[in-house]
């Protein structure tokens, strides 16, 4: 790989962002700004954004009492602004409000109209389904609960729609060939297995797995392109997933960074997303791809489905009704940007579920941050200065570093992180430098300087794409020519 392009999910404007959507985003700019140390800035675009069509924003801003386009702009400024206090590294951010998303979504629909497969890929029908508004999707009887939709628990309401529909039964084969060979990779392994059978549940269906790419009674969404016939909007799914290649350009003149990101083998393309929205972006998504001619280009760049597992609160539901949505504002508050954005990151293995409690992240804080990390820096550069006339000298030789692991799961790198950080520790405590100064200084100023360099050479640098300001702080502190003892990163919580 030598091009990186990285993506969330876009979000509903249908509220504020909380921890979950914090989470998504985080991890996606952890893998960005690592990147960018690999590949440097230019071969690297990360991009967020906001999904702002359909009949759930619509229904919000209706409650809200808001004009709709009122609406979709404050919320969308909700999402930019925590991006923002997050330090959230994108390069780009859509709306699918923005003009140059609905021309390529209209782009692309127009082109749907147009390709064959053996026969049209899209047809004209009816649609009669339980739909939940939530999730904007439609349900079979058996995938919800006593009529509830699983993910919401809310009951799915009965519509009957003349739709237009995409003929994904014809795909489902080569997009199922496609998931088990890996070329649609999706991590962690137990959630391929989950596609491989949504695929099979998706063919017994009376449609064979087609899906509707319109609505009829939806009045907030793009229009479908003329040759349609007039009235219908399209489907806010194909609208949504289409952002990942309208923000590059797709079916622009200025379609240059979709040349560089997508249409290149040397250039990986990572999606992240969480395990409710896997069936649009591990089958839907492949399938319209397949259909424009966009996935099989220079046989074959894998897509790549990153997909984590959902929060919740002391083991319940994150929701409003309940009352125990939790903002990234709350994090920031309490423990400062740098080590809301470590907790988030560290706290859980990538794809399993997480349920979130301060407790967990107090204790977490004061462990790993106030005491094994803050204190090891006050540490060590206090030894510096007082024991070394603020010097150090040479290198350290990462490959030296056992504690060094390249990783997709980022909790995973923040583990080896801190393991590494334990290690250094533990040794200053056998060595006491500031005891055997005296009797043995050489060996004393040595076990400083090996220290100072594993913090400047390997830890500073392992920080930086998770906690940026703290590593450019602490390099900044050891790379000085008279090092001084460092100020508290992260101050102990009061009880
Ligand atoms: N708009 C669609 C996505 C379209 S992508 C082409 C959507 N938006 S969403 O705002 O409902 O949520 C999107 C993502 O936010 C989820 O996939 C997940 O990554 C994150 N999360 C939302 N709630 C979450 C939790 N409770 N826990 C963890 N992440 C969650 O779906």
């Not at 404007?13 to 979950?20: E, K, L, Q, S």
């Not at 080569?174 to 998931?179: A, P, S």
């Not at 220079?298 to 125990?324: A, C, V, W």
């Amino acid at each position: 790989m030598n091009k990186f392009y990285v993506t969330t999910p876009i979000y509903y404007v249908n509220d504020v962002p909380h921890i979950g959507h914090a989470y998504t985003t985080l991890q996606a700019d952890a893998v960005a700004r690592a990147a960018r140390l690999l590949l440097g800035d230019a071969n690297v675009w990360f991009l967020t954004g906001t999904d702002e069509h359909g009949s759930k924003v619509a229904k919000a801003a209706e409650q809200a009492g808001i004009e709709v386009k009122e609406f979709v702009d404050k919320y969308a400024d909700a999402f930019k602004q925590t991006w923002k206090k997050l330090n959230i590294s994108h390069n780009d951010f859509i709306r699918t409000t923005e003009a140059r998303h609905e021309a390529g979504v209209k782009q692309i629909l127009s082109q749907l109209k147009t390709i064959k497969n053996n026969q049209s890929v899209v047809y004209e029908g009816v649609y009669e389904g339980l739909y939940c508004e939530g999730c904007e999707q439609f349900y079979t009887a058996d995938e919800l609960t006593d009529g509830l939709c699983p993910i919401h628990k809310k009951p799915a309401i009965l519509l009957k729609e003349k739709n237009w529909f995409f003929r994904l039964s014809s795909y489902l084969d080569e997009i199922e060939k496609d998931v088990r060979d890996d070329i649609i990779k999706i991590i962690p392994e137990k959630r391929k297995n989950e596609v491989l059978g949504l695929i099979k549940q998706l063919r017994q269906l009376p449609n064979g797995g087609d899906f509707s790419i319109s609505r009829e009674t939806v009045k907030w969404g793009i229009d479908l392109p003329a040759e349609y016939g007039s009235g219908q909007k399209a489907y806010v799914w194909v609208d949504a997933l289409t952002n990942y290649i309208t923000a590059l350009g797709y079916g622009s003149a200025d379609d240059g960074l979709f040349k560089k990101f997508w249409q290149d083998k040397t250039s990986s393309v990572v999606h992240y997303l969480g395990q409710d929205i896997l069936k649009f972006h591990a089958v839907y998504w492949p399938g319209l791809l397949l259909a424009l001619g966009l996935f099989n280009f220079d046989q074959q760049r894998p897509l790549e489905l990153r997909i984590h597992g959902y929060f919740t609160i002391n083991g319940e539901k994150m929701s409003k009704s309940l009352g125990n949505v939790i903002s990234p504002d709350e994090l920031i508050n309490r423990y400062g940007l740098e080590a809301a954005r470590w907790l988030l990151i560290s706290t859980f293995p990538f794809g399993s579920e997480s349920d979130f409690s301060f407790t967990k992240f107090d204790e977490k804080y004061n462990a790993e941050l106030a005491n094994l990390l803050g204190n090891h820096i006050s540490r060590v550069s206090n030894l510096v200065e007082k024991l070394c006339g603020g010097k150090i000298s040479g290198t350290y030789d990462k490959n030296k570093a056992t504690h060094h692991k390249d990783s997709n799961d980022q909790w995973e790198i923040c583990l080896n992180i801190l393991a590494g950080l334990h290690e250094q520790s533990e040794k200053l405590h056998l060595e006491q430098p500031w005891k055997s100064i005296t009797a043995e200084p050489d060996k004393a100023i040595k076990a400083i300087n090996d220290a100072a360099l594993y913090i400047r050479d390997v830890l500073a640098d392992q920080l930086k794409p998770l906690v940026p300001d703290t590593a450019r702080e602490i390099k900044n502190t050891f790379s000085s020519e008279n090092v001084k003892k460092a100020e508290a990163l992260f101050p102990r919580l009061a009880k």
